[in-house]
């Protein structure tokens, strides 16, 4: 008998490492992907939605997976570059480091994720269009009509089409398993001296996720981290020959040389995280995952120096009752990397003309 496929909702802001995670979300064979939900976070929502739906295509997925347009905007913070210009206000922010006022303001600066995440991935436009329903409306519809924990919900965005969810209809957690999130640092930041990326571009969001009461695994920038991928790696997955296997490959070349020009430690390794995928591989086996603490983890909202902070206990200071998350430190990358071959050499299998 066929095992029971995972139920899954995997919400981005596609951005490359998202269009990876898409990839491999998408022909996981043992994985039903409901549905996928867009979020603005690496870039704007129309744009995280147009990249997604051309993965989806190129992959031939793009009839059987639907694609949910979700929030344009954070639920309070304004520090994503469109935010403040879309409410009409003045930003008091160093848009590239996240520092906010009264911090001392570089002219010229911006949050610029252009190397890492461009505005349209580098494929053919997409020839379907999204749902017509919105994300946040299709989640809270699709998880009601849900048996009792039978979706494991993975977030690799900001958090905001989830916590307004959460927020319209807390009745949607009974359907929900577990909730994967890529985002959080605890040792590791990339965003402000304080956050990564995810927490940053809408702390409230994700202190709303944080504190749902669901099962929640972080996967932060620790554990993404020890799970990077080489431009070695990049070639063999190229030699799977397929074309989801040449997407994920170049994708992989091109964070890698971001990666390679800013970060010291994969300058070193010739290689990148790639944070969302590896979120998505731990929803099938968590156990890619090592150091994994149950704790108390927050994100600041206060709005200071530490806007979106991840916030881990670790000296146990809070009620052991009220442990929200299972907070990973390591991955395994060999696990990770083997993972995504047989992902995409399976699939190879099953495509007529290779
Ligand atoms: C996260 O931020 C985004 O830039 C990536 O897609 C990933 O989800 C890493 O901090
Ligand atoms: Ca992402």
Request: proline share 5%; with cysteine; charged share 25%.
């Amino acid at each position: 008998m066929e095992a029971q496929k995972k139920k899954i909702i995997l919400d981005v802001d596609t951005g490359t490492d998202d269009a990876i995670a898409i990839v491999l979300a998408a022909l996981e064979e043992r994985f039903d992907l409901l549905g996928i939900c867009t979020v603005s976070g690496n870039i704007e929502v129309k744009l995280t939605t147009e990249n997604t739906l051309r993965v989806l295509t190129f992959c031939g997925k793009q009839e059987e997976i639907g694609v949910y347009k979700g929030s344009d905007l954070p639920l309070v913070s304004t520090l994503l570059p469109w935010t403040a210009q879309a409410l009409g206000i003045r930003s008091e922010i160093d848009l590239r480091t996240g520092k906010r006022w009264p911090l001392p303001r570089r002219e010229g600066t911006r949050l610029d994720k252009s190397e890492e995440h461009p505005e349209y991935l580098p494929l053919p436009p997409s020839k379907t269009r999204e749902r017509e329903e919105s994300a946040v409306y299709w989640l809270i519809k699709t998880l009601l009509a849900q048996e009792e924990n039978s979706v494991t919900f993975i977030q690799v965005g900001p958090a905001t089409n989830l916590a307004l969810a959460l927020r319209a209809d807390p009745r949607i957690k009974k359907a929900i398993k577990e909730i994967v999130i890529m985002g959080g640092g605890d040792r590791v930041t990339n965003t402000s001296p304080a956050a990564e990326f995810n927490t940053w571009a809408d702390p409230e969001a994700m202190e709303i996720v944080l504190q749902s009461g669901r099962d929640i695994l972080m996967v932060p920038l620790d554990a993404t981290h020890s799970a990077y991928v080489t431009l070695s790696d990049a070639e063999k997955i190229a030699a799977i020959g397929t074309a989801p296997a040449l997407l994920v490959a170049g994708l992989i070349r091109s964070l890698a040389s971001s990666y390679i020009n800013s970060h010291e430690e994969m300058r070193q390794y010739q290689a990148a995280p790639i944070h969302d995928a590896l979120a998505v591989c731990a929803a099938l086996h968590p156990q890619v995952l090592s150091e994994v603490v149950h704790c108390n983890c927050h994100v600041d909202i206060s709005g200071g120096w530490a806007y979106g902070q991840t916030i881990v206990d670790k000296r146990k200071l809070l009620d052991s009752e009220t442990k929200n998350c299972r907070f990973a430190r390591k991955a395994d990358r060999n696990f990770f990397l083997k993972w995504a071959m047989e992902v995409l050499s399976k699939d190879r299998e099953k495509r007529p003309h290779n």
